[in-house]
């Protein structure tokens, strides 16, 4: 048996896993690449097999860095089936499309400023049709069941603790005449959650390929997090700012919406400040993903049920609004009042919520909350790591709002609650092979791993195949490619750094007048034609390499 490693080995996203045994060739997922320039042009780049041979997929949940590549895998000739959970399928149904619809309206918007640039026009990487035509080949499977692939391979579906839906993996696959165990986490779920059940303990496996999203840190907890949220809320509404949550469409809205719901409903000598204080979800796809949530209530733990059957409603509060046409979205800035709003997507990179930062960012009134993991490479890791300004639909931003990051809500397990879940293995398996982390968190957790609990864990840093049976190893090199890539575009964005200044410093009044430049604004003006005669020759050597 082989497993090659084709995404979330370099970065948290594009999730894809390819499994090839004596008989077939399947994968574990097949997720869009996310965050840095570099790692999003792998999207465009051909798979790394033929589409038509792929047996079947296995999906471990429905977030597009391990789903967003489906349609394409199916627009160009996979025909097998897609086993997943029922919310799962659901799900990704949605948001493939709405996936699709957003290729195509950047196809458009950049082969509109091509023309003008006598640029070569793209193609979208599939359409919101390339996506409707997957939801055929989704074939639903419930949580704890055995189900028969084939004749060599059977699975189970665990709850996972993710998102709704979301399903850890487990496998028996024979061949050769043996059976071989192997486990796939999918993404891990922190423990202890409002809604959802705790990730199922698997008791063995020969083999498990794991996340390390946090796996080189601990969050606070979700009560002390929810406890901070509300804090801002009332902070930022003092000043007659506006809370914008950047948030992602599956899961975290839902979670926020329900922090919300809960505390509106049972801090009555808040009320009368509540009552101001409008909350708006602005997502089209996170409304129509909060109907499934209602419809899947099976999905969550006893005492999500318990509410239900007292006749409570899931996600809603009276000062709950959703908002769905591009109108009523562009009002939400021409709205001077506090309010909360609630928008995709989480990294801030794409979707309504980039219109949302830009309008409110540079206000000092103002605060960004992230609620979720910020992938290398977006806007949202840079605002969080405390950049001054950033890019934002091609304008220069300065970030001035008050900033804030809740761990808490993370969707994902932090390495405390990922060594527990590890520590439930009764049989050590043979190869742990950790992926979908930043090396430093693969690498730290692997340390962890083996000073706690005695596993020794394979990082998987780069695209690369394990052949199982006589433990060899072939590693792309994909890895130095990428890490150039990234080179080269922080070099341009930094020239593009000292154009904004440069530009900015020879805007000055009178500028053009002899005598009228100031002596510091010589040196300012020394300082950048140093910083650009550097920047220059950095980039030189990087493409000359």
């Known amino acids: 048996m082989k ?321 769905k046409s591009i109108d009523e979205s562009k009002a939400l800035n021409d709205d001077n009042s506090p309010k909360i709003i609630i928008s995709s997507s989480g990294m801030a990179d794409a979707g309504r919520v980039q219109h949302h930062m830009k309008h409110y960012l540079w206000k000092p009134q103002s605060s960004i909350v992230f609620a979720g993991y910020q992938a290398e490479g977006t806007t949202g890791r840079a605002i969080t790591s405390g950049a001054k300004y950033v890019r934002i639909l091609g304008e220069r931003i300065c970030v001035n709002a008050e900033v804030y990051f809740l761990e808490g809500f993370s969707a994902h397990a932090d390495k405390n609650d990922l060594l527990k879940w590890l520590s439930g293995f009764k049989k050590k398996p043979k190869k742990i092979f950790l992926v979908h982390g930043e090396e430093e968190a693969k690498k730290s957790f692997a340390d962890t791993a083996k000073n706690i609990l005695g596993f020794d864990c394979t990082v998987v840093e780069d695209v690369s195949e394990y052949n199982l049976d006589d433990e060899t190893v072939i590693v792309d090199g994909l890895k130095n490619r990428i890490d150039s890539k990234n080179q080269i575009n922080k070099l341009k964005d930094n020239l593009g750094d000292i154009h904004d200044a440069l530009g900015k410093l020879l805007a000055i009044p009178g500028i053009g007048i002899k005598g009228s430049f100031l002596d510091e604004k010589r040196e300012d003006l020394a300082v950048l034609t140093r910083d650009l005669e550097k920047t220059c020759e950095k980039l030189r050597i990087a493409i000359k390499k």
């Open 3 to 323: 497993i090659k490693f084709l995404g979330a080995a370099l970065s948290v996203t594009g999730s894809c896993h390819l499994v090839t045994t004596d008989h077939c060739k399947f994968l574990l997922d097949c997720g869009l690449f996310q965050g840095s320039q570099a790692l999003q042009e792998l999207n465009v780049q051909a798979f790394d097999f033929n589409p038509k041979e792929i047996d079947f997929i296995i999906l471990s949940h429905a977030h597009i860095d391990h789903c967003g590549r489906i349609p394409l895998l199916v627009k160009q000739g996979f025909s097998g089936q897609i086993y997943s959970t029922g919310a799962t399928a659901e799900i990704a149904n949605i948001l493939l499309q709405d996936s699709g619809t957003i290729h195509v309206t950047d196809a458009k918007w950049i082969n509109k400023r091509a023309d003008r640039s006598g640029q070569p026009q793209i193609l979208p990487l599939y359409s919101q049709e390339d996506a409707v035509r997957c939801a055929q080949y989704f074939f639903p499977v419930a949580y704890g069941q055995y189900f028969q692939v084939n004749p060599q391979i059977r699975i189970r579906l665990n709850e996972a603790g993710h998102i709704v839906g979301a399903a850890i993996i487990e496998m028996w696959i024979e061949e050769g005449g043996k059976t071989t165990k192997l486990v796939y986490s999918g993404d891990i779920g922190a423990s202890d959650q409002r809604m959802l059940n705790d990730p199922t303990q698997i008791d063995e496996a020969d083999y498990l390929i794991m996340e390390t999203t946090y796996g080189d840190r601990a969050h606070e907890n979700r009560w002390e997090s929810g406890k901070r949220f509300m804090e801002i809320i009332f902070k930022t509404v003092a000043r007659g700012g506006t809370v914008v949550v950047p948030a992602f469409a599956l899961g975290r809205t839902q979670d926020l919406i329900h922090e919300l719901e809960v505390f509106y409903d049972n801090h009555e000598l808040y009320q009368n400040q509540l009552d101001k204080v409008k909350v708006y979800v602005d997502s089209p796809l996170a409304t129509d993903a909060t109907e499934i949530f209602r419809k899947n209530a099976h999905y969550f733990n006893d005492y999500i049920k318990e509410r239900i059957k007292k006749g409570d409603e899931l996600f809603y509060f009276r000062n709950l609004s959703f908002t």
